[in-house]
């Protein structure tokens, strides 16, 4: 992406998240560990789950991050913008809006997230690749 590219999203970004209430919330291991039992993530992939989590976005729901080819990682779960969500209309691949992968309500983002997983599997999030993947990671115990 070209410098001015991308002083041109941020801009669209922080005029975007300036207009849209964003709030977030940020969870212990146990927590998180507990919110994704509850919404019905395969227990045995439940300690993969949160370490990609504490990866990708530090367990914080409203994080954004700029990633390649102009996308956006989203929330919790970072959900690429453009490949799974489009901003301001249902779309993408889970036909959700982007804005409610950045919001404290994590049906949509669980839903999503467990759609990519079906489809590319773990190695679709590169915290995942880096921290997570190779190593034996169990259900924390909370």
């Not at 849209?20 to 039992?37: I, S």
């Not at 249902?90 to 950045?102: A, I, K, Q, S, T």
């Amino acid at each position: 992406m070209s410098k001015s590219a991308a002083v041109a999203l941020t801009l669209v970004l922080g005029i975007f998240l300036n207009q849209c209430v964003v709030t977030g919330k940020r969870y212990t291991r146990c927590g998180l560990t507990n919110l994704l039992n509850d919404l019905g993530f395969e227990r045995s992939y439940i300690g993969h789950w949160v370490c990609l989590i504490e990866s990708e976005s530090g367990k914080n729901t409203s994080k954004v991050s700029t990633r390649a080819n102009n996308r956006l990682g989203l929330g919790l779960f970072q959900i690429l913008s453009r490949d799974w969500c489009t901003f301001r209309k249902r779309g993408g691949m889970c036909n959700v809006h982007c804005e409610d992968m950045l919001d404290e309500y994590l049906i949509d983002d669980a839903n999503c997230a467990k759609k990519i997983m079906q489809e590319l599997g773990f190695k679709a999030w590169n915290g995942w690749k880096r921290g997570c993947k190779n190593r034996n990671l169990p259900m924390p115990l909370c």
